[in-house]
């Protein structure tokens, strides 16, 4: 079932039970309405009997014709009868042949009520006690409301010919309705489905921009927003990594088939081979790197996380590197060391620190003019800030919003023909990970990463 469908059904349902409950409240009220007014002129009818039989003191055929001339409008099978409660006889009774139920209504009498109300079926009587010098006497009065039943009737056959089109009316006007109500939606649906990779950045549109329908058209936009900027990543990645890789693997095919072009030395051979494994050694470093942004990317929410010591990383990082690299010289300084080894320890999985720490540290010796990595290290107020500082040209202010993306490379950067760009977005990445803050500031003295995590101190 479609949403049009339930919602008409669900508004067609509610409002017809108010209606019934409206309808049911009239014909209650309408049903009490008439049966009071018909007690009234029974009991008129009784006023008068009492009247004549009392007052005037004429026999009872007198009294019946004075009662039959008194009544203009006579009630269906009209019974008026008096009983006498001490001698338990009727002194009269204007229908005898009717008289059996009234009869039957005496023993149902309560004493010492003046007015009472009895329903038998479809009689409707009422019965007053007066008190003469010949003892008590009950005038009781009976009849059927023919009019008024009449009027019952036709009034349910109209509230149920009423009801009936109104639920009609109510299914048609709330499908109408309920059709405006998610035409905005149909609309939605065929801009969405009109949306391609080759056209990502069309958006969809809506009027309103305040109801609710506009709040799920915000959404949309801002998904496809993500999305778009997915699909050129991806493309970027893609060329970018194509581009990476022709360069090594073209220069490696050269050689070897500049090698294989005629009989050389063994120097030359051995020249050869220098130059192959350097390259092969860029290639396995990217593929390396591309490893761990696409490990880091795919698996945030799947990374076990459990309490690292900041400052013993960073000594086997110092460590590991230089003996990778004999020729770069890593300074490690602690600043304000703690006196609580708590206040050193950060929640965080100790592979991807690690890796984030040596691409800081790489990025910061590979510019660096002298080689040389410095690492300050502080503990406090509940935060670990790491800054590696590296002296060396600065990066133009234009390019530092963009340096944690993947495969950027400055122009400066790139005319050195160091790095592929890579780095600095697994740092970035890592860093998000951990939901720690990375930050950088570039001088002409030199250029410092900062990097702060969440202490467990």
């Known amino acids: 079932m479609n949403i049009r469908t339930r919602l008409t059904g669900q508004f067609a349902f509610l409002v017809t039970l108010i209606l019934l409950f409206f309808s049911a409240g009239v014909y209650f009220f309408s049903e009490l309405y008439l049966e ?4 009234k002129r029974l009991q008129d009818r009784a006023i008068t009997t009492t009247t004549l039989l009392f007052d005037v003191q004429q026999a009872d055929t007198t009294v019946i014709r004075l009662v039959d001339a008194a009544v203009k409008n006579p009630l269906l099978n009209e019974t008026i009868s008096v009983y006498n409660a001490t001698s338990r006889t009727f002194l009269f009774t204007t229908n005898p042949a009717n008289n059996q139920l009234h009869e039957r209504i005496i023993p149902l009498l309560k004493p010492g009520l003046e007015t009472q109300y009895v329903r038998q079926d479809d009689y409707q009587l009422v019965a007053i006690y007066l008190t003469n010098s010949k003892g008590g006497n009950w005038i009781i009065v009976s009849g059927i409301d023919q009019p008024g039943n009449d009027a019952l009737s036709d009034l349910k056959k109209i509230l149920l010919v009423m009801v009936l089109a109104a639920i009609f009316l109510l299914g048609v006007v709330g499908w109408f309705f309920a059709d405006r109500a998610l035409a905005p939606m149909s609309g939605i649906i065929e801009q969405v489905n009109a949306i391609y990779p080759a056209n990502v950045e069309k958006r969809v549109e809506h009027p309103n921009r305040f109801d609710e329908i506009g709040a799920l058209v915000a959404t949309f936009n801002r998904l496809l927003d993500r999305i778009e900027q997915a ?16 360069n090594p693997l073209t220069k490696i095919n050269s050689q070897i088939d500049v090698a294989l072009i005629q009989k050389r030395e063994p120097d030359a051979y051995e020249r050869t081979l220098r130059s192959l494994r350097e390259d092969t050694r860029t290639l396995t470093q990217l593929t390396t790197t591309l490893l761990e942004l696409a490990n880091v990317s795919i698996q945030v929410s799947n990374v076990p996380l459990e309490p690292v010591r900041m400052d013993e990383l960073l000594w086997e990082v110092k460590t590991n590197y230089q ?6 010289l890593v300074q490690l300084n602690f600043i304000d060391f703690p006196d609580d080894e708590d206040a050193l320890l950060t929640q965080g999985n100790r592979p991807s620190l690690r890796v984030l720490l040596m691409n ?10 002298a080689r040389t990595a410095t ?14 500082f590296n002296e060396g040209p600065p990066i133009p202010e234009a390019d ?8 950027f490379r400055s122009d400066a950067t790139a005319q050195s023909g160091k790095g592929h760009g890579v780095g600095l977005a697994v740092v970035a990445q890592i860093t998000q990970m951990h939901q720690g803050t990375i930050s950088v500031s570039s001088t002409p003295r030199g250029t410092t990463f900062t990097l702060t995590l969440a202490s467990l101190g």
Request: hydrophobic share 40%; with cysteine; glycine share 2%.
């Open 323 to 328: 003996e990778w690299h004999p020729d770069c």
């Open 36 to 39: 009071q007014r018909f007690y």
């Open 360 to 369: 800081l540290v790489d990025n910061a010796c590979k510019f660096s003019p």
């Open 231 to 246: 699909i050129d990543t991806q493309k970027m990645f893609i060329a970018n990594v194509s581009h990476e890789l022709k």
């Open 375 to 388: 690492i300050d290290f502080q503990a406090k107020e509940g935060s670990l800030t790491v800054a590696v």
């Open 400 to 407: 530092v919003p963009y340096i944690f993306e993947p495969f």
